[in-house]
């Protein structure tokens, strides 16, 4: 009995102990499993952690690197030496290598210059699309998906972006296991950039997100525990998010991985389930249960393994990064003694990292050391739990650098102080350039403070936020503050002045408008410039120019003092031409009816003698009516086609008579290329010509030599210098009179017994006709020896070969005696002067022609009406009507357009000939009118009938 019993109690022991074994083992298999799940689970809620922190710094970074990029592209659009070459080459190639450096970032491109437009984009086959844009840039503009760039010279840029693909390209690189999942999460918008995974299936608790949301919005990073729904399926796991900024593009985002829990504990759960299993068949093999046991330790140890490397990995990454951001990361105790520092702390403070952690042993003297333990010791006493601080900082080699540190207090379960992890930056840089910001902030400010004009900014609606006054204006004070601008202005300056204000706005562009002040010590006037300061805000500068309204009205009334004398002396030209013209008409043209008449030797030399006062008197009235046109700037430049060479050879051929009578040789050196045809005004050449070859003939003596060179010398493309030299043995010209000489009525000997007669306009003349064609006039003389007058002018060179016909009128006849019969024309003359009647009586009486006379130009138009006729010589000048209306009166009438019209008038201003053919007359003689010149009118206009009736 007692056996059994001590059996029984044996067989409940051994049952009791048994059980007490079997609970023993499942207790700690239990607690085993709860150990390593929890470990593995914050082994993978680390790597978690660095994984999204690793996603959202580095998607960061690549944000930051294409804003970087693009700032590039625009500032080589900026570039004032890029021609339009450029433009449409390196342009297209720079956005295409912009978009193949950042994949998927890039949607589509615009770029709008100041005359054209362009966008560019990227199809999915990865074909580059660039074709012109007609629209406004601004329009394409979209908030958080777009980059913008502009200058004030008009030149934009906008990038669409497709941030959401690229974020989900770029954290495609990043591994979490399956079951887990990636999120953007940007304001209240919640976007999954998992690869592969529908947009719309998984949906948070919204007491999860706000938590979520509060953390982000105030720049906190966390790791939390959630619940979501998948397919109408709750599940539970572990959401880490990091808050980063895509740039200047967009604020405030947060990247946020998300895994299961059970997918963290998924193998750990398999493992136990299965040795519980195991455990349950073999409860008397404790062996089997330390081998199984074991064998998952050992598994688990080697998860944990690849996890600290993984981890570690990231540690790096972040050195690199550190490194990148010249900073390092260090850990001290609760006493203030370091314990660890990073190995970037030596390209940074000058010192190895044995000095630093020496430095801040207890029986440490150094100043810095103290100083920041000071600070520590404050933020302990004030219950902080960061510390965020500048410094300044003199290294070993005595570079003074600003430091930037950021520490983290650590504090146990129980509130004790256990250290601080920190990190510490460089950022000199920085410091420096926020500096300079501050000083160039002050400058302007003091600028503004000290400048005269009157600035205001407003908002956009036009109503008044700041303004700055150095005297004070009614009106313009701190009574304007708050107030709109329309109701700053006059009623008659209102809608200008606002629809200058709008136009800046919405142009970007400067905007100037004036605007006068009634004040109480009299009015003034100001420029105002409207211009955009920012998005939000405009500008005006107000400019007191009342200075300047006095200095323009003055200057209009000297103006029109000086139009005024200009046209005085103009109309005193043209009367002293015409009164001086009018009795040199009949002079000369009575000389030319001599000249064809019998006369002996001595009547023909007097007769010569009066024929060459008569033509200097001219050619001095030429030259002062020249000269006043050049003063003028009425002067004009008419090219044609032609031979310089011909040109050259025509004019020294007037002067062979006169050089024979002298007895002086004239030398001519022309170069073939002066052979080929030039555009260029020869008539004003040759004008130059004649009176630099006159002067030489003129001041060389008898059996003196004259030579002349032209030659041609090329520049670029069809431009030529003409180049021509007139060379004289003449008596030459003291050299400090040489710069005097084209002075206008100059003369060398100017005393009244000089040798040589002139007006000393000739070289002013020619001097200002060179230099209108571009050219300049060089003198150089010696005194004995002769003189050297040079000049080159601008020539264009005439590709196709130039051929004029030169039509001759008819036989170089001597004798014009009764051409009437040969060219019978119906004359009428109008003509109010009895002196010029005289003398046209005479020399069509000659040419064999009879004529009607009318007496001014009201009696003309009757006689044209009345009569028919073939040509009137009608005078411009003529009382009751002149010649210019009666002319229009002709030509207004019907039939009358093929009666010829030949103006006859002693006005020879280019003007003045031009309102002749404006008035409808086909054909214009001066006076004097000469016998030869008149026949050869005639016969041409004779012509022109015959060819009309054929």
Known sequence: ??????????????????????????????????????????????????????????????????????????????????????????????????????????????????????????????????QPFDGFIRSKFKENSSLYRSNPDGLEMLFLLKLEDFSRRFVSNYYLNEGGGKFLLLGDQLINISAGKPANTIEFQDKDLQVIKNDIAIGLKGIYEVTWNYNSESISGVLVQYPFDFGGILENASMVFFIETEELTEGVYNTYLWLFFVLILLLFGTIVFFILSLHNNLKSQNQLEKSSKEISELFDQQNLLLKELKGFVYFHNHRGEMTSVSDEVENILGSTKDEFIKAFLPNSSIQEVTELQEIVSEALDSKKSVLDFEYDYTRPDQKKIRLKIFEKLIFDKKGRFKGGLGICTDITSQFEASQELVQSENRLRTVLENIPDIIFIYDNKGKVIDFHVKDKIPGWDDSALGKNLADLLPEDQKEETLQAFNTARNTGTIQSVNRKLELPNGSKYFELRYFPLDENRMMSVAKDITSQ?????????????????????????????????????????????????????????????????????????????????????????????????????????????????????????????????????????????????????????????????????????????????????????????????????????????????????????????????????????????????????????????????????????????????????????????????????????????SFEIARNGLEALDMVMNQEFDLVLMDVQMPVMNGLEATKRIRETPNMENLFIIGLSANVFDEDQKKAFESGMDDYLTKPIRLMALAKKLMLFYDKKAKLKA
């Open 1 to 130: 009995m007692w056996t059994r019993k001590i059996n029984n109690l044996s067989f409940l022991l051994t049952t009791a102990l048994g059980i007490f074994l079997v609970l023993l083992v499942i207790a700690l298999g239990v607690s085993f499993y709860l150990a390593i799940s929890d470990a593995q689970l914050a082994s993978r809620k680390v790597f978690l952690t660095k994984q999204t922190e690793l996603a959202a710094r580095e998607l960061e970074l690549e944000i930051f690197r294409f804003e970087e990029d693009a700032s590039s592209l625009f500032s080589f659009l900026e570039d004032e030496d890029l021609d339009e070459e450029d433009f449409q080459i390196d342009l297209p190639m720079a956005i295409r290598k912009l978009m193949n450096n950042f994949p998927g970032l890039v949607d589509t491109v615009w770029v709008n210059f100041p005359e054209s437009s362009s966008f560019f984009t990227m199809t999915d086959r990865n074909d580059f699309i660039s």
């Open 549 to 849: 309204k006095i200095w323009e009205k003055g200057l209009i009334e000297a103006m029109s003092a000086a139009d005024e004398a200009s046209r005085a002396k103009s109309e005193f030209l043209a009367n002293m031409s015409h009164e001086i013209r009018t009795p040199m008409n009949g002079l000369l043209g009575i000389i030319d009816l001599l000249e064809l008449t019998k006369l002996n030797n001595d009547q023909k030399e007097y007769l010569e003698i009066i024929k060459n006062s008569g033509n200097s008197l001219l050619g001095i009235i030429k030259d002062i009516l020249d000269y006043s046109k050049i003063e003028a700037g009425k002067i004009d430049i008419n090219p044609f086609p032609t031979k310089p060479a011909e040109e050259l050879e025509k004019q020294i051929q007037i002067f062979y008579g006169l050089a024979q009578k002298k007895n002086i040789k004239i030398n001519k050196h022309i170069s073939s290329k002066a052979y080929e045809q030039f555009e260029s005004d020869y008539l004003r050449i040759n004008q130059v010509i004649i009176n630099l070859v006159g002067n030489a003939i003129k001041f060389t003596p008898v059996g003196g030599v004259v030579s002349v060179s032209m030659d041609v010398e090329h520049i670029e493309g069809d431009l030529y210098y003409l180049k021509t030299e007139v060379k004289d043995s003449g008596i030459g010209i003291p050299e400090e009179l040489i710069p005097s000489l084209t002075d206008p009525f100059f003369q060398v000997e100017s005393s009244s017994t000089r040798s040589f007669q002139g007006t000393g306009l000739g070289l002013a003349i020619a001097k200002k006709i060179i230099e209108l064609m571009g050219g300049e006039l060089n003198i150089s003389s010696t005194i004995g020896e002769g003189s050297t007058f040079a000049f080159s002018i601008l020539l264009t060179k005439v590709d196709a070969e130039f051929t004029e016909e030169i039509n001759a009128s008819a036989d170089e006849r001597e004798n014009w005696f009764g051409m009437g019969g040969e060219y019978p024309l119906r004359i009428l003359l109008a003509e109010d002067n009895d002196l010029n009647l005289q003398l046209m009586d005479l020399m069509l009486d000659q040419l064999g022609y």
